[in-house]
């Protein structure tokens, strides 16, 4: 896994039993894979097929609402999509005053150094190389709940 | 046949994929792994949306590049999606199909495309063929496990996939 960490603890998932992700993709697989992933390591998960459902969902879409804010502990998106890309979702949940502080994951299937360090400067928590493996969703749990090994 | 025949069958007919470099074993493993008792049907859904989705793309990008005037841009979401599902799941060599396919779309070339689309379409009718007796594999072992058990002890009382972590 190729991955890149930012330097700012997040306590944001610390003493979450179940924290709560939206997860945004626009392959139906990979959506299903990930949400299972989380699943796995007890997230609560909510899928979403592309930024525009995703900052609905957040309550920063066209009609915003701020239903949702309190509920979501971490966004994990793909970089790579239609309309919006994953680091376009990221810019505007960072732009927001009321999301900024949720820690956002980049997914690519891409390794391309100029497109991870982009993303960590926007204020991606992580970046993650796919195909997102078991180990990698155990490694994010930890890091983003401040875990010591 | 019983449950452990099935498995047995399951176990060599990926092991004869991964001997014909068709399939990367760790990758379909993750997918394996993450079956659990809630969710048993896991693998065999994962395998159909697979299925259904590139035989979508493929269609797709068929249509796009009979065009006279190959308009380059719309083939981008359905190769994407074509890469990364035969990533996911370890489909080796419809991964390197595909790579090809984007290079040769990148280039604006409408005769390697076609060919380079040739070849992807190939091999997923490769991979998708023994797909296709895994997911019927998983379907009679998912049968086996959620019936109750027979007096020939044949089947178990509940669903045997159990994967806490």
Redesign the interface.
Known sequence: MESGFSSSSMGFMENVEQPHVLAVDDSDIDRKLIEKLLKNFSCKVTTAENGARALEFLGLGDHPNHCNISKVNLVITDYCMPGMTGYELLKKIKESSVMKEVPVVIMSSENIPNRISKCLEEGAQMFMLKPIKQSDIKQLRCHLMNCRS | MALPGLKQQLQHLIESMVNEGILVEQ?FA??Q??K?SD?PN?VS??LN??CD?AETSITNLNKFLGEEQVEFDKL??SI??L???S???GAYQMRLATVDLVKAVDEKDKERSLEALKKVTHEYLRIQYKLQTIIQLENKMYDIESKPLLHDGNCAAGPSYT?D?
């Open positions: 990758q993750q997918v792994e993450l659990t969710n896991f859904q994962i949306d697979f989705g981008d979401t994407h999606l890469k990364g599902s990533s996911s799941i994967k972590i």
